[in-house]
Each structure stands twice: as structure tokens, then as C-alpha cells.
């Protein structure tokens, strides 16, 4: 049952966040159409990464985190008096701090560049470009509380509709400013400012329906607030695991940007693709997961909380086994379809298909990391999942400066993925902690049932193999890329998808009976 009601609750999540990874693959489209893997387009990567990397680290990773278990205790209690003045005191704290954040932001980035070793007329593009879209960090964050308050409530739908909007912003500013711009990747930037600002403009009348309306309090105040003190508590180890996991961001990009133009870029290229997969169903699954953990937490209901972990768990391998084994097979035409325009041509695509390949078998780890930092959130443990961060963060620093030099982009990539499993091997050690988790028989039940979806999936690929040189002679010459690398990927989907549920039903698997079940019912 728990696990129905994952699938269920996070499906409607699910299908507004492909809406919003596929319009984000189309968005680095169209940056790979108007830059390519130019150093232009290395300014842009770097430019957006630091206030990224701070959005990340104050708004979706530490406010997320922190905020909702805290805020779910004072829904369970129901003082609504209570609840209101925490959130004015946490919206005014906010508020004033990413503020601050981005002044010092603004003011700062010149002493942080040199770090990425460019020339001077690139330093400065990249200087501009960081500096214009610093804001996007106020934006964001205030978007990333609007999401943790619905997100408490079980209100999933506007959250998903945010990224969609600063996807069609930025996309629709890279058309329609780059000629009014200095270079596109200034229309760009300005795409990305208006977009931040959507996400949150979006969320707030959602808020303000359910009745949870809050102000300005002064700053005293809200510092004094016990929920405030307990989201801050909880935020302190929380950034430092965050800044850890992101910081890895900001090395991988200098290191890149250092063994040749172009590799910092098709790193993001690459990375956007491996998020593709993420974005659709371990964030969807970890932002549904975590108001119930921390709902069963709170409440003592260890068996749901164990059943409903288990659950994303087996759903995660299910999902991100499969799709390594097909797109180690397919990358290439997957890069070739969405990326290969105008300034995207052959040394493009063989950057991007070297970290892509590194990248994509790190993609269970992440997906497990983002289902198992839940878990301990909800508990309001957040030191243990920061410490794993800061441990794989150094494992990923040493591989990444070891590898750099012979692999290049190649890896870079293949330090995030080995120190992804490192944070995954260390969660689930972590979580060893809490007696109530039950982790010895998770683990060793995820494991088998991890290792028979391998086998399956390594089964299921064996005829896309065998039929991608006839694919590619059948469709080859044509002047087309839908019809020389979507029709085979399409027809490769098909195959892979029916051979791999087949095993699945064969072996009677339980979602696979669902499936089933769900289609035997629809007939008449």
C-alpha cells in the first residue's frame, strides 16, 4: 500500500517535472545551438554555476530539508497562531539573508574567476554575466520556501510548474534578445533572471488560497523564533554536506576549464541529460517521500515509515538500472539528436559522449542519494547525510585531480560517479544509526532485487545491440536527425522497454502485475 501511494502521489510530480527536464534539455538545445562547446558558452556554464551553486545550497538543499520536517510538526500540532508567526519570522529571516548573499555575491565574483583560468576578455564576459545573474539566488530561494510550505501540505502541483516557466523564459529570451544583446549568452542570462522570478511568483497565491498569509516581522524577532532557531539548527550541518556535494560542481569546472576549451561545457551538457532522469523520478520520488517520512517520524509509525523507504528504493532501481544499460548503448544518438546544430559539430559530440559515458553509471548512486537523504531529514538528522557529503566530496576532489590529466572530461565525470556511490555506501551506513529503520534487511532486500533488474536489463539490451548497426544503415544518409537518430532510438526504446517488461512479467514482478492489473481493468 505504502508503495502505491508513492507511485501515485509523486506520478502528477513526475509528469510536470519531465515537462520541465525535456523543456530544460530543449533550453541547453538551444544554448548548444546559439554556443556550442565555445569558450562563450565555457563563460555562460561558469557564470551561472556559482549563484547555482548557491541556490542550491540555501534554497533547494538546506530550506527543503530543513524547513519541512520543522513545519510539519507545527501542522501536526495545529496552533495556527503558531504557525503563522513561524512563517513570518522564517520569510523575514530569509529574506534578509539571501539579500546579503547576493550583494556579497555581486561583489565578490571578480576575486572568484581567476580560478577558472581564462583570458582577460573572457574574464570579463564571465564577471558580467555572473554578476547579472546573481538575483536569480534571491528569486529562487524565496520560490524554494513557497514549495516547502505547499509541498507540507501535500501540494505538489504548483512547485512543478515553477521550473517549467523559467525554462520557457529563458528559451523564448535566447530567441528574442540575443539580437538586441551583446552575444546570446547575455539573452540568456536575462532569461534566467525572469524566470527565478516566476518560480516564485507563481507559488505564492497557492499559499495565500489555503490561508497561510504571513508579513514582515523585525529581524530580533524572527532570529528569536524557536521554529526559526530549529530550521537554522538544522541548516548549519546541512550546508556544510551541501556545500561539499556542490562545491565538487565548482572544482570539476575549474579542472575542466584547464585541460581544454570546451570541456566545462559538454560537463554540462552531459549533466543535463544524467538530469533528465533524475529530475522525472528520484527528485520527484525524494520531494513526495520526505513530507511522509517526516509525518511517520514524528508520529512513531515505523512501519509505514520502513515501507514507504523500501518502496522509493525498489522503485529507483526499477527505473535508473534500466535506463544506464540503454543509454550506454545509445548515448551517442541521444547526444547526436538533441545537441548536434550550428556550432555544435563532431568534437562536440565526442566531448559530451566521454563525460556522458562516466556520467550515466553514476546515475542509481545519485538517484539513491536523493531517495536516502529523506530519511534522515525526517528524523532531523541532518549532520549524518552532511558528513557523508563531505567525505565524498574529498574522494571526488582526488579522483577528480588524478583523472583529469589522462581521461579529461572523461574523468572528471567518472569521479562524480565513484564518489556518488561513496555517499551511497556511507547513507546507508549512517542509517544503521536509527534502530527503527530496520537497515540490515533493506539493504540486503534491495540488493537482490537490484542485481535481478541488472540482469534483466543487461538481457533486455543485448538485442538493441544487435540491431543498432541495421538501424543505423536503414536510416542513415538522410538529412533529417529526427529521422537518423530519433526513428532508431524510438524503435530501440520500443524493443528494450517490451523484452525488459517481459522478463519482469515472467518473473512476476510485483509492479509488473500491477501494470497489468491497471490494464486488465480499463477493458471493457
Request: one cysteine or more; a positive charge.
Amino acid at each position: 500500500m505504502a508503495r502505491s501511494l508513492l507511485v501515485r502521489h509523486g506520478s502528477v510530480l513526475s509528469l510536470l517535472t519531465l515537462a520541465s527536464r525535456v523543456l530544460g534539455l530543449f533550453r541547453e538545445m538551444v544554448k548548444a545551438s546559439f554556443l556550442g562547446t565555445t569558450a562563450l558558452s565555457d563563460a555562460f556554464s561558469v557564470a551561472f554555476l556559482i549563484p547555482n551553486l548557491f541556490r542550491r545550497l540555501f534554497a533547494e538543499g538546506s530550506i527543503a530539508v530543513a524547513f519541512i520536517p520543522t513545519f510539519k510538526a507545527y501542522l501536526i500540532e495545529g496552533d495556527k497562531e503558531a504557525i503563522r508567526e513561524f512563517l513570518s519570522c522564517i520569510w523575514t529571516f530569509l529574506t534578509f539573508f539571501v539579500t546579503l548573499a547576493v550583494i556579497a555575491g555581486m561583489a565578490f565574483t571578480p576575486l572568484i574567476m581567476p580560478l577558472f583560468k581564462m583570458e582577460q576578455e573572457l574574464f570579463d564576459e564571465t564577471v558580467f554575466l555572473t554578476r547579472l545573474m546573481f538575483p536569480f539566488l534571491a528569486f529562487i530561494s524565496l520560490a524554494a520556501l513557497f514549495q516547502g510550505i505547499l509541498n507540507s501540505l501535500r501540494i505538489f502541483t504548483p512547485s512543478g510548474l515553477a521550473p517549467i516557466l523559467l525554462n520557457l523564459v529563458t528559451i523564448g529570451a535566447a530567441f528574442g534578445l540575443s539580437r538586441f544583446t551583446a552575444n546570446p549568452a547575455r539573452a540568456m542570462a536575462i532569461g534566467i533572471l525572469a524566470g527565478g522570478f516566476l518560480e516564485a511568483a507563481v507559488q505564492f497565491p497557492f499559499i495565500l488560497k489555503k490561508g497561510w498569509a504571513f508579513c514582515f516581522v523585525a529581524l530580533p524577532r524572527a532570529l528569536a523564533n524557536p521554529g526559526v532557531r530549529k530550521v537554522l539548527r538544522l541548516i548549519v550541518p546541512t550546508i556544510i554536506g551541501m556545500a561539499a556535494y556542490q562545491v565538487n560542481d565548482l572544482v570539476s569546472t575549474a579542472l575542466a576549464r584547464r585541460v581544454g576549451e570546451g570541456v566545462a561545457s559538454s560537463l554540462q551538457y552531459s549533466l543535463r541529460l544524467q538530469e533528465l532522469m533524475l529530475g522525472v523520478f528520484a527528485v520527484s520520488i525524494g520531494t513526495v517521500l520526505l513530507p511522509d517520512l517526516a509525518e511517520y517520524a514524528k508520529s512513531s509509525q515505523w512501519d509505514q515509515y520502513r515501507a514507504k523507504l523500501t518502496g522509493a528504493l525498489r522503485v529507483i532501481a526499477l527505473i535508473t538500472v534500466p535506463a544506464t544499460f540503454f543509454l550506454l548503448v545509445q548515448g551517442e544518438y541521444l547526444i547526436r539528436l538533441f545537441f548536434q546544430i550550428r556550432s555544435f559539430g563532431e568534437e562536440s559530440v565526442r566531448l559530451t559522449l566521454n563525460a556522458f559515458t562516466f556520467h550515466i553509471i553514476g546515475l542509481f548512486f545519485i538517484a539513491l542519494n536523493r531517495v536516502l537523504a529523506p530519511a534522515f531529514y525526517a528524523c532531523h538528522d541532518s549532520a549524518s547525510p552532511s558528513l557523508a557529503g563531505v567525505i565524498s566530496f574529498a574522494a571526488n576532489s582526488v579522483l577528480a585531480l588524478a583523472l583529469s590529466a589522462p581521461l579529461k572530461g572523461a574523468g572528471i565525470a567518472l569521479s562524480l560517479s565513484a564518489a556518488s556511490g561513496i555517499n551511497t555506501a556511507l547513507l546507508f551506513f549512517f542509517l544503521t544509526k536509527n534502530p527503527h529503520a530496520a537497515v540490515g534487511k533493506m539493504v540486503r532486500s534491495g540488493l537482490l532485487y537490484t542485481l535481478k533488474i541488472a540482469v534483466f536489463a543487461l538481457l533486455a539490451v543485448l538485442p538493441v545491440y544487435a540491431l543498432k548497426p541495421a538501424l543505423a544503415a536503414l536510416f542513415g544518409g538522410r538529412t533529417s536527425r529526427m529521422l537518423v537518430y530519433g526513428l532508431p532510438l524510438g524503435i530501440s526504446a520500443l524493443v528494450y522497454g517490451a523484452a525488459g517488461f517481459l522478463l519482469l512479467a515472467l518473473a512476476q514482478d510485483p509492479y509488473a502485475r500491477r501494470i497489468i492489473r491497471f490494464f486488465k481493468k480499463k477493458k471493457p
